[in-house]
């Protein structure tokens, strides 16, 4: 019979075995998961055209892949291909090394030490990304004539400047920080109650990914649909959407054109998306992480107490 791996009792990982089961963990969940962005993107726009009116997640995704072909689902995913790998590497390397010093030695589940690594986490990871995730936007919207990345970085770069890459990087951080705080607590916490022992245990890490994924999207859609007002304002035709130059502006627009229910467009697609992507990143960074850790070069060397076993 095979020996069952002790997963929270192997050697402590690596910066290296961090960052590289990260990086392929989060090149995997964005890619996967693709279509579902997209369409959450399209019905998130405040302005649209009546051809990017939809009904629901469905419908969306039979109209655009009828109308303007399947491989539009895909437009501008080698924007999230370039940018995740590093972005996420950064972002899993921080989250492992600051909940290594914020956490106690005991074996209590501390959701203050997951919440704070995982908003150290974003800041550092979202400083990289926020381009890739504007220039992806700009793809996935409806009327898109972006042939590839490059072409649509450098016209942003030409047309709006460099602070068009930046100017929803306070909205993300305002999004993302209490997403990841929630996304890596209810992790963490459901690891632990669903698999006590702390064996390593693919079902559970599947569970607790989605479960994390789908409560930290709900809570944060809002500013999620901010976020894409400010990232998407230069392909516009809205003249006061092309205007906006902060989230408070993105708020009262939102508000003012469609009520509390504004705040809520997209909120089924963007939970449907990241309950599936938040299982399938959780499920690949913690298998590459036990796998690469008994590789040499990639793992430290033994210590004597093992790693916190709520962690």
Known sequence: MEEEVDYEVLPTTSVATNMLAGALAGITEHTVMYPLDSVKTRMQVLSPSPQA?????????????????????????????????????LYFATYEKCKEVFSSKDNIHNHLAHAGAGACATIVSDGLMNPFDVIK?????????????????????????????????????????PFQAVHFSTYEYFRKILNPKGGYDPKTHIASGAIAGA?????????????????TRGAASDTKV???????????????????????????????????????????????????????GFANEPIVTPVNPSS
């Not at 969306?60 to 972005?87: D, F, Q």
């Not at 919207?141 to 068009?164: F, N, P, Q």
């Open 53 to 89: 009116i939809y009904t629901g997640v469905a419908n969306a995704l039979s109209r655009i892949s009828t109308a303007e072909g399947a491989s539009t689902l895909w437009r501008g995913v080698t924007s999230v291909i370039v940018g995740a790998g590093p972005a996420h590497a």
């Open 215 to 231: 409560a930290a999207a709900a809570i944060t859609n809002p500013l999620d649909v901010a976020k894409t007002l400010l990232q």
């Open 242 to 296: 092309r205007q906006a130059s902060g989230m408070i502006d993105a708020f009262k627009l939102i508000y003012t054109r469609n009520g509390l229910a504004g705040f809520t467009m997209g909120a089924k697609a963007r939970m449907l998306s990241h309950m599936p992507a938040t299982a399938i990143c959780w499920t690949t960074y913690e298998f590459l992480k036990m796998v690469l850790s008994k590789q040499p």
């Open 137 to 177: 936007q700009r793809m996935q919207v409806h009327g898109s004539t972006y042939r590839g990345v490059v072409e649509c970085g450098l016209d942003i770069m030409r047309k709006e400047g460099l602070a068009a890459f930046y100017i929803s990087y306070p909205t993300t951080l305002m999004m993302t920080v």
